[in-house]
């Protein structure tokens, strides 16, 4: 599974795309790590599902990808809420509140 995160000045697209092994974030409205690390669990979330055939993830079935959102959000909170927990009881400290700055 690959995770590529962009960091582009004007989205033309939707802000987050997954594709079959690849799931690639436009990261314009990500301005935390807090958010970062949700963006990244739920991206990963959707990567590993299509990564297996056998899950019912087909695009044409609108209630099975709503179902599949909801999980991916889900999961992109419960990430980001352990790698917060992570920080914060083994790491520096707790997770950045401002804007990423590169």
Same mark, same amino acid.
């Given at each position: ?40 669990? +739920?991206?990963?979330? +959707? ?56």
């Amino acid at each position: 599974m690959d995770i590529k995160l962009l960091q582009i000045a004007k989205t033309t697209e939707k802000d987050i795309t997954a594709k079959t092994t690849t799931s690639t974030s436009m990261m314009p409205t990500l301005n935390n790590t807090k958010d970062l690390a949700t963006t990244l669990g +739920h991206e990963a979330s +959707h990567a590993i599902d299509n990564q297996d055939p056998s899950i019912n993830t087909n695009p044409q079935n609108n209630a099975s990808k709503a179902d599949n959102e909801i999980y991916a959000q889900n999961y992109g909170d419960d990430f980001s809420d352990y790698v917060e927990f992570a920080s914060e009881n083994y790491g520096d400290g707790s997770l950045a509140d401002t804007t990423i700055t590169t």
